[in-house]
Structure formats: C-alpha cells, structure tokens
C-alpha cells in the first residue's frame, strides 16, 4: 500500500506520458478533427463536395488549436493528477473544447450561407438591371 502522503507526488512528465500524449494527439486528433467537420457537414444534408470544403478551409486551424489546448492539458493531467480523477479533467477540457468546435462550424455554416445568398442576390440584381 502505497502512504497517502505519496500518492498523489507531484512529478514531471516522463517518457510514457509524452508516449501517451503523442499517440493521442499525432494519431487521434487528426482523424477526429476531420471527421467532425466531414460528419457535420453530411448530417447538415450538405454533399460530400461541401464536407471536402469545410474540412480543407478548417483542419489546419482547428488542428493547430487542438494541440495547443490538449498537449499541455493531457502533459500536466497524466502528471499531476491521480489517476481516478484524469476522466474528468478532460472532460470539463472537452467540454469547452467541444463549444468551441461547435462554434466554428456554426461560423463556417454562416459564411457559406452569406457567400450563396450574396451570389444569388448578385446573380439576381444583374440580371434585373
């Protein structure tokens, strides 16, 4: 049995951890920020040419903001935190990390709607005129 005054240690990322974080944000974070925005898109009835768009205009971006949010959180979570407790930890992080993912999509929603509407009005003014 380990004593309770050195259970929960303090200590610093080791190997594994980085092994872990690596895995989960080289191999899981890419497939999922992609999927997400392709999903999104199919379930929205858009075609898969729209979800192919959505997805090259943010992966980048939402990729790049994925790492600088999960890297350090999962980097102190698999040091600092006991290991019962790291299922939340990153759950309340997903939380707002979710919101976010939800609002640039909502955002991309909105600027395609705006481009289709302008084109028509602009299509529909010329041909008026």
Same mark, same amino acid.
């Given at each position: 049995? =380990? /004593?309770?005054? &050195?259970?929960?240690?303090? #200590? ?12 989960? &944000?080289? +191999? ?5 920020? %992609?999927?997400?925005? %392709? ?5 929205? %009835?858009?075609?898969? $040419?729209?979800?192919?768009?959505? *997805? $090259?205009?943010?992966?980048? /971006?939402?990729?790049?903001? !994925?790492?600088? =949010? ?5 980097? *102190? !979570? ?7 407790? #790291?299922?939340?930890?990153?759950? =309340?992080? $997903? ?5 976010? +993912? ?9 600027? !395609? !709607?705006?481009?289709?509407? %302008?084109? *028509?009005? *602009?299509?529909? @003014?010329?041909? @008026?005129?």
């Amino acid at each position: 049995m =380990v /004593p309770a005054s &050195q259970s929960h240690q303090v #200590r610093e990322p080791d190997e594994r951890d980085h092994y872990r974080v690596w895995l989960d &944000q080289a +191999l899981m974070a890419p497939v999922a920020v %992609g999927f997400f925005f %392709g999903a999104m898109s199919i379930l929205e %009835g858009k075609g898969v $040419s729209d979800a192919v768009e959505r *997805i $090259s205009e943010n992966y980048q /971006p939402t990729l790049i903001r !994925n790492w600088s =949010v999960f890297v350090p959180t999962q980097l *102190i !979570n698999f040091a600092l935190v006991p290991h019962h407790l #790291r299922f939340g930890v990153v759950s =309340v992080v $997903s939380l707002f990390w979710n919101t976010y +993912l939800s609002a640039v999509n909502a955002r991309t929603q909105q600027e !395609n !709607n705006y481009e289709a509407h %302008g084109l *028509i009005f *602009i299509a529909t @003014h010329n041909h @008026h005129c």
